[in-house]
Protein backbone atom coordinates (compact mmCIF):
# COMPACT_ATOMS: atom_id res chain seq x y z
CA UNK A 1 0.00 0.00 0.00
CA UNK A 2 1.76 3.16 -1.39
CA UNK A 3 1.78 5.93 1.63
CA UNK A 4 3.27 9.60 0.86
CA UNK A 5 4.42 11.82 3.22
CA UNK A 6 5.04 15.92 2.63
CA UNK A 7 7.73 17.77 4.05
CA UNK A 8 9.22 21.11 3.62
CA UNK A 9 6.37 23.57 4.14
CA UNK A 10 7.09 26.73 6.29
CA UNK A 11 6.64 30.45 6.77
CA UNK A 12 8.93 32.35 4.10
CA UNK A 13 8.16 36.39 2.82
CA UNK A 14 6.53 37.11 -0.38
CA UNK A 15 9.68 36.75 -3.13
CA UNK A 16 10.96 33.83 -1.29
CA UNK A 17 11.74 29.92 -2.15
CA UNK A 18 10.19 26.73 -0.75
CA UNK A 19 10.62 23.03 -1.74
CA UNK A 20 8.04 20.92 -0.73
CA UNK A 21 8.70 16.65 -0.36
CA UNK A 22 6.46 13.56 -1.39
CA UNK A 23 8.66 10.54 -0.04
CA UNK A 24 7.13 7.64 -0.68
CA UNK A 25 6.76 3.95 1.19
CA UNK A 26 5.23 0.77 0.57
CA UNK A 27 5.65 1.12 -3.41
CA UNK A 28 7.87 2.53 -6.10
CA UNK A 29 6.86 6.15 -6.98
CA UNK A 30 7.73 6.07 -10.27
CA UNK A 31 5.08 3.44 -10.97
CA UNK A 32 2.10 6.22 -10.41
CA UNK A 33 1.45 9.80 -11.41
CA UNK A 34 1.96 12.09 -8.93
CA UNK A 35 0.74 15.41 -8.49
CA UNK A 36 0.57 18.35 -5.66
CA UNK A 37 -2.77 20.08 -4.77
CA UNK A 38 -3.38 23.37 -2.28
CA UNK A 39 -6.08 24.68 0.05
CA UNK A 40 -6.59 27.65 1.51
CA UNK A 41 -9.28 28.46 4.28
CA UNK A 42 -12.42 29.23 3.05
CA UNK A 43 -11.20 27.99 -0.88
CA UNK A 44 -12.07 25.54 -3.26
CA UNK A 45 -9.30 22.87 -3.32
CA UNK A 46 -6.76 23.88 -6.45
CA UNK A 47 -4.60 21.27 -8.40
CA UNK A 48 -1.40 22.90 -8.95
CA UNK A 49 0.83 20.60 -10.65
CA UNK A 50 1.36 16.76 -11.74
CA UNK A 51 3.88 14.56 -12.96
CA UNK A 52 2.98 11.37 -14.99
CA UNK A 53 4.39 8.02 -14.73
CA UNK A 54 4.46 7.21 -18.40
CA UNK A 55 6.81 9.60 -19.42
CA UNK A 56 7.46 12.30 -16.90
CA UNK A 57 5.69 15.03 -18.49
CA UNK A 58 4.60 17.40 -16.03
CA UNK A 59 1.42 20.05 -16.06
CA UNK A 60 0.82 23.39 -14.28
CA UNK A 61 -1.96 25.58 -12.90
CA UNK A 62 -1.61 28.57 -14.79
CA UNK A 63 -1.28 30.49 -11.09
CA UNK A 64 2.03 29.06 -10.91
CA UNK A 65 3.38 28.52 -14.20
CA UNK A 66 6.58 29.54 -14.36
CA UNK A 67 7.05 30.02 -10.82
CA UNK A 68 6.70 26.06 -9.54
CA UNK A 69 8.65 23.04 -10.81
CA UNK A 70 7.31 19.73 -10.11
CA UNK A 71 10.31 16.66 -10.09
CA UNK A 72 10.87 13.13 -9.21
CA UNK A 73 13.90 12.02 -7.50
CA UNK A 74 13.52 7.92 -8.64
CA UNK A 75 16.45 7.01 -6.42
CA UNK A 76 14.83 8.64 -3.36
CA UNK A 77 11.13 7.56 -3.90
CA UNK A 78 10.50 10.94 -3.78
CA UNK A 79 8.67 13.89 -5.81
CA UNK A 80 9.20 17.58 -5.10
CA UNK A 81 7.76 20.68 -5.76
CA UNK A 82 9.92 23.70 -5.87
CA UNK A 83 8.29 27.25 -5.36
CA UNK A 84 9.87 30.05 -6.27
CA UNK A 85 8.33 33.40 -6.00
CA UNK A 86 6.19 33.21 -3.64
CA UNK A 87 3.18 34.82 -3.23
CA UNK A 88 0.47 35.97 -0.11
CA UNK A 89 -1.81 33.88 -2.60
CA UNK A 90 -0.23 30.40 -2.45
CA UNK A 91 -1.09 29.91 1.36
CA UNK A 92 -2.50 27.06 2.06
CA UNK A 93 -2.13 23.17 2.59
CA UNK A 94 -0.49 21.42 0.26
CA UNK A 95 -1.16 17.56 -0.23
CA UNK A 96 0.42 15.44 -2.60
CA UNK A 97 -1.38 12.96 -4.33
CA UNK A 98 -1.04 9.65 -6.39
CA UNK A 99 -2.82 7.07 -8.66
CA UNK A 100 -2.19 4.25 -11.31
CA UNK A 101 -3.34 6.43 -14.31
CA UNK A 102 -0.28 6.76 -16.41
CA UNK A 103 -0.72 10.39 -17.57
CA UNK A 104 -1.42 12.45 -14.66
CA UNK A 105 -4.24 13.92 -14.56
CA UNK A 106 -4.69 18.43 -13.56
CA UNK A 107 -7.90 19.02 -12.29
CA UNK A 108 -9.66 19.47 -8.89
CA UNK A 109 -12.39 16.80 -10.16
CA UNK A 110 -10.09 13.73 -10.46
CA UNK A 111 -10.14 12.22 -7.08
CA UNK A 112 -6.51 10.58 -7.08
CA UNK A 113 -6.44 7.20 -4.94
CA UNK A 114 -3.49 8.25 -2.52
CA UNK A 115 -3.44 11.55 -0.31
CA UNK A 116 -0.47 12.47 2.27
CA UNK A 117 -1.58 14.00 5.27
CA UNK A 118 -0.71 17.81 3.61
CA UNK A 119 2.28 20.65 5.04
CA UNK A 120 1.23 24.37 5.97
CA UNK A 121 2.98 26.82 3.25
CA UNK A 122 2.37 30.25 4.73
CA UNK A 123 3.55 33.63 2.92
CA UNK A 124 3.82 36.64 4.92
CA UNK A 125 6.06 39.43 5.69
Known amino acids: QLQLVESGGGLVQPGGSLKLSCAAS????????VGWFRQAPGKEREAVSCISSSDGSTKYADSVKGRFTISRDSAKNTVYLQMNSLKPEDTAIYYC??????????????????WGQGTQVTVSS
Open 97 to 114: VADGFSVCVLSESYEYDY
Open 26 to 33: GATLNRYS
